[in-house]
């Protein structure tokens, strides 16, 4: 009776939060159904996809790899000290628990949000797009290496201890060849993520192909704005590929 | 060679696992720890190189006292006492030599050792260590792709590859069968006699411990209730050691 009563009042609760999100959304299916024309005429505008654009298209593309490629590299590197700093079973309290709080600060901020930052300290171009992806990579990257790390087998890591080897042998013999391969895997899961967050960086002046998307679509040139969305499916796709078929083989 | 003199170990909050140990070890002897589970073997033998830290007592491995050694020190008596251990722990996803090569990394130069570059002469020390055990054919194999009774070899091995001065094994033959629990007591008893190693190993099979240690210690609750050749083993002391229950 009493948990009845608890329930319902839970549930009503629940449902009052949704009505005002989707109040305070402005959440309409009239408004919803009134721009499906409009929709339509959008696509209907960017067929045929203009295809003398397609030079500059890969290029964009090209540079949009070659930011998450660099920025993927250097993240994975950095963020294994980070991951180990931020892991129970290597480091004690005192350096974990503020390690761990580093690393949910600096992951609370998306890529974009370091974009911005980045353009305006050292400019336009990709390598703020590299220095946004790197700072946001290695967060990730080293939160993920640290819970790897504190999932190991025990046994071989006592056993490399007592064979009188120093701390940081025993981190390369016993801990190192047990996460390697996971590590490699989430690696390639955030090169595919990279390439996407990359694809957008242009919107804020920081390269590759979101510079064209957005060039496009501003100058409402929508077949050309299309060529480009086009080549860009196709990066993300091979990308996507390429990297699923290697993690299948790692793990 | 090794000295134990009041060792105590309280797990928190009050667990005694071991409760005032004296034992004096001499270099060459082949010493059966015995005890039904629970008695302290697996503690008494973690406390001699502190992979378990003693509460309170003493522990000597050749006159350096091993209890409260600086963690340099530590690891350079460590690296004296090779061990083995009830589920082998190797690194599985390595190769057979690079399990046997982390014996020697108390003795290479530590810089090259983290990139994965041994001295030749460390490889070779290594391969002949396998080749002590009879495995020097699967080198090249990973670890997890042997057998139980191959992965214990290996593990005998890096041990080996220490050059230690005594061989620690806690329960080495529980996770293995009858064959090849007398393979690799017949391999232990073979480095005690022919390289005069002193080994410490803890038995639950009472009769494999009669049958190769050159002294039985019996523990029971935490304490020693009996230390003597095995054939001062009678019924009374296996029935006061294991309470009327025999495994």
């Given at each position: 009776?009493?948990?009845?009563?608890?329930?319902?009042?839970?549930?009503?609760?629940?449902?009052?939060?949704?009505?005002?999100?989707?109040?305070?959304?402005?959440?309409?299916?009239?408004?919803?159904?009134?721009?499906?024309?409009?929709?339509?005429?959008?696509?209907?505008?960017?067929?045929?996809?203009?295809?003398?654009?397609?030079?500059s298209a890969v290029t964009g593309a090209l540079q949009t790899l070659q930011i998450a490629v660099i920025g993927t590299t250097v993240a994975a590197i950095l963020a294994l000290p980070l991951g180990?700093l931020s892991?129970?079973?290597?480091?004690?309290?005192?350096?974990?628990?503020?390690a761990r709080v580093l690393l949910n600060l600096f992951r609370s901020v998306d890529t974009m949000v370091y974009a911005l930052f980045f353009v305006a300290a050292v400019g336009l171009g990709p390598f703020p797009g590299v220095l946004a992806v790197v700072t946001y990579t290695a967060m990730t990257l080293a939160k993920l290496y640290s819970?790897?790390?504190?999932?190991?087998?025990?046994?071989?890591?006592?056993?490399?201890?007592?064979?009188?080897?120093?701390?940081?042998?025993?981190?390369?013999?016993?801990?190192?060849?047990?996460?390697?391969?996971?590590f490699?895997?989430y690696v390639l899961y955030r090169l595919e993520s990279n390439i996407r967050a990359a694809t957008i960086l242009g919107f804020v002046g920081a390269g590759g192909i979101g510079f064209y998307i957005q060039t496009?679509l501003r100058?409402?040139?929508?077949?050309?704005?299309?060529?480009v969305l086009?080549v860009l499916v196709?990066m993300v796709?091979?990308v996507d590929?390429?990297s699923?078929?290697?993690?299948?083989?790692?793990? | 060679?090794?000295?134990?003199?009041?060792?105590?170990?309280?797990?928190?909050?009050?667990?005694?696992?071991?409760?005032?140990?004296?034992?004096?070890?001499?270099?060459?002897?082949?010493?059966?720890?015995?005890?039904?589970?629970?008695?302290?073997?697996?503690?008494?033998?973690?406390?001699?190189?502190?992979?378990?830290?003693?509460?309170?007592?003493?522990?000597?491995?050749?006159?350096?006292?091993?209890?409260?050694?600086?963690?340099?020190?530590?690891?350079?008596?460590?690296?004296?006492?090779?061990?083995?251990?009830?589920?082998?722990?190797?690194?599985?996803?390595?190769?057979?030599?690079?399990?046997?090569?982390?014996?020697?990394?108390?003795?290479?130069?530590?810089?090259?050792?983290?990139?994965?570059?041994?001295?030749?002469?460390?490889?070779?020390?290594?391969?002949?260590?396998?080749?002590?055990?009879?495995?020097?054919?699967?080198?090249?194999?990973?670890?997890?792709?042997?057998?139980?009774?191959?992965?214990?070899?290996?593990?005998?091995?890096?041990?080996?590859?220490?050059?230690?001065?005594?061989?620690?094994?806690?329960?080495?033959?529980?996770?293995?069968?009858?064959?090849?629990?007398?393979?690799?007591?017949?391999?232990?008893?073979?480095?005690?006699?022919?390289?005069?190693?002193?080994?410490?190993?803890?038995?639950?099979?009472?009769?494999?411990?009669?049958?190769?240690?050159?002294?039985?210690?019996?523990?029971?609750?935490?304490?020693?209730?009996?230390?003597?050749?095995?054939?001062?083993?009678?019924?009374?002391?296996?029935?006061?050691?294991?309470?009327?229950?025999?495994?």
């Amino acid at each position: 009776m009493k948990r009845g009563v608890i329930r319902a009042v839970l549930g009503l609760a629940i449902l009052a939060m949704y009505g005002w999100f989707l109040v305070a959304a402005e959440v309409s299916a009239f408004r919803f159904l009134r721009g499906l024309p409009w929709m339509a005429d959008f696509v209907r505008r960017m067929v045929p996809p203009d295809l003398s654009v397609l030079g500059s298209a890969v290029t964009g593309a090209l540079q949009t790899l070659q930011i998450a490629v660099i920025g993927t590299t250097v993240a994975a590197i950095l963020a294994l000290p980070l991951g180990f700093l931020s892991a129970r079973n290597v480091v004690s309290a005192p350096i974990f628990y503020p390690a761990r709080v580093l690393l949910n600060l600096f992951r609370s901020v998306d890529t974009m949000v370091y974009a911005l930052f980045f353009v305006a300290a050292v400019g336009l171009g990709p390598f703020p797009g590299v220095l946004a992806v790197v700072t946001y990579t290695a967060m990730t990257l080293a939160k993920l290496y640290s819970e790897a790390i504190e999932g190991i087998d025990p046994g071989p890591v006592e056993a490399i201890a007592a064979t009188g080897a120093s701390r940081l042998q025993v981190l390369r013999f016993g801990m190192l060849p047990q996460v390697l391969p996971l590590f490699a895997s989430y690696v390639l899961y955030r090169l595919e993520s990279n390439i996407r967050a990359a694809t957008i960086l242009g919107f804020v002046g920081a390269g590759g192909i979101g510079f064209y998307i957005q060039t496009y679509l501003r100058m409402v040139n929508y077949p050309a704005a299309s060529a480009v969305l086009l080549v860009l499916v196709l990066m993300v796709m091979g990308v996507d590929f390429t990297s699923s078929r290697l993690r299948a083989r790692i793990v | 060679m090794i000295q134990i003199r009041g060792l105590r170990k309280v797990f928190p909050p009050d667990k005694i696992a071991l409760d005032g140990v004296d034992l004096e070890i001499a270099p060459g002897e082949f010493v059966m720890i015995i005890g039904q589970s629970g008695a302290g073997k697996t503690t008494l033998l973690r406390c001699l190189n502190r992979l378990v830290e003693p509460t309170a007592g003493e522990v000597m491995l050749n006159g350096s006292r091993v209890t409260g050694a600086s963690p340099d020190t530590l690891r350079a008596l460590r690296r004296q006492m090779g061990v083995i251990f009830q589920q082998f722990n190797l690194v599985k996803r390595v190769s057979v030599l690079e399990n046997v090569l982390a014996g020697r990394l108390g003795h290479v130069p530590a810089l090259p050792s983290i990139v994965g570059r041994f001295p030749h002469r460390d490889r070779e020390a290594a391969l002949a260590c396998l080749r002590q055990v009879g495995l020097e054919e699967l080198a090249d194999r990973r670890a997890d792709t042997l057998s139980g009774g191959e992965q214990q070899r290996v593990a005998i091995a890096r041990a080996l590859a220490q050059e230690p001065k005594v061989i620690l094994a806690d329960e080495p033959t529980a996770s293995l069968d009858p064959k090849l629990t007398e393979s690799i007591m017949g391999i232990l008893q073979r480095i005690n006699v022919e390289r005069g190693l002193t080994l410490v190993v803890s038995q639950h099979m009472l009769e494999t411990a009669l049958n190769y240690g050159t002294r039985i210690v019996g523990l029971r609750q935490g304490r020693v209730i009996f230390d003597g050749p095995p054939a001062g083993v009678t019924p009374g002391t296996v029935e006061n050691i294991y309470q009327g229950g025999v495994r």
